[in-house]
């Protein structure tokens, strides 16, 4: 089944934000996005989607596309 359109850029700031708040972290060998896990790690990063800003995003868009990206993630790197 093929993924819904997402918006690339706006899931690439919640990837970033993501990683600022440590809610998801690289794998070091092939550098696949990997889950963490922690639930204090994906509040924070909720909350940052919350209140920065993103080119004419409004809120619900923006944590949408926070939950987007963690959907899209495990906690395995596929290349481990
Ligand atoms: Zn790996």
Redesign the pocket.
Known sequence: MPRKKTDSTLEMWAADLLMEAQAITP?P??G?MRLRHSHHAVDYALSLAEHRKFSGKNKKERIAAVESVLDGLSDQ?P??
Do not use: D, K, P, S
Request: glycine share 0%.
């Open positions: 794998c060998e092939h696949y790197c290349a481990c």
